[in-house]
Nanobody
Framework: VQLVESGGGLVQPGGSLRLSCAAS????????MAWYRQAAGKQREWVAT???????TYEESVKGRFTISRDNAKNTVYLQMNSLKPEDTAVYYC?????????WGQGTQVTVSS
């Protein structure tokens, strides 16, 4: 399994970013995929999930602002983040939903600050 996240950066409150996660080493189209985030000094938390049937679920604080999507032809999962808030600042990771292997990619840093 290999997961490579990208697209993070510094953005002002109210701004937008689109994160990407390129996956390899497994049958991407057969897996539920998810985004997680970890703020400094806090535990990693789940953000959003997309199923193989494209059903999506979101953590309450990002509902209506974030959109998860996937492109099975590119083995890539995305996270469109709009109306960003300072509390969204974290390192964002993607993974197979419910993965218990302990593997995580390097993540991508998102910083929301004026």
């Amino acid at each position: 399994v290999q997961l490579v996240e990208s697209g993070g950066g510094l953005v002002q409150p109210g701004g937008s970013l689109r994160l990407s996660c390129a996956a390899s080493g497994f049958t991407f189209s057969n897996k539920y995929m998810a985004w997680y985030r970890q703020a400094a000094g806090k535990q990693r938390e789940w953000v959003a999930t997309i199923t193989i049937l494209l059903t999506t679920t979101y953590e309450e604080s990002v509902k209506g602002r974030f959109t998860i999507s996937r492109d099975n032809a590119k083995n890539t999962v995305y996270l469109q983040m709009n109306s960003l808030k300072p509390e969204d600042t974290a390192v964002y990771y993607c993974n197979v939903y419910g993965n218990t292997s302990g593997y995580w990619g390097q993540g991508t840093q998102v910083t929301v600050s004026s």
